[in-house]
């Protein structure tokens, strides 16, 4: 059995992990998405090249809302734009609400356009 305490789940990322089998979306977690280095992505989305962060702790300054997450979130960016990624952030509130699956339908949209 797994030791709870060093597991950590965030309720975010699973309502999102469901909101993208829901529309049938396949998807990576925790995707290594640049080789040589650490950076893991919460979601990948491998054909179209779209990776997905859920911004935990914006609102109390913690991780992806202090100022060094700000600087490491945007040196993984860039990396990731470097790897010819799109790269979409949502807030937690954005995946509860559901405007979240909603974006990332809309950029599936006009992948399959091209």
Not at 50 to 65: D, K, M, P, S, T
Not at 67 to 72: D, K, L, S
Request: one cysteine or more; glycine letters at 8%.
């Amino acid at each position: 059995m797994a030791n709870m305490a060093n597991m950590s789940i965030n309720i975010t990322e699973v309502l999102l992990a469901i909101h993208l089998a829901e529309k049938g979306i396949a998807f990576e977690r925790q995707y290594h998405f640049v080789p040589g280095r650490k950076f893991r992505a919460d979601f990948a989305l491998l054909e179209p090249r779209i990776l997905i962060e859920v911004q935990g702790g914006v609102y109390n300054r913690r991780a992806h809302g202090s100022i060094t997450g700000i600087v490491a979130d945007n040196e993984r960016g860039n990396f990731a734009c470097l790897h010819n990624w799109r790269v979409f952030r949502f807030t937690p509130d954005q995946v509860k609400s559901g405007e979240a699956i909603e974006w990332i339908s809309q950029a599936l949209e006009q992948y399959r356009e091209i």
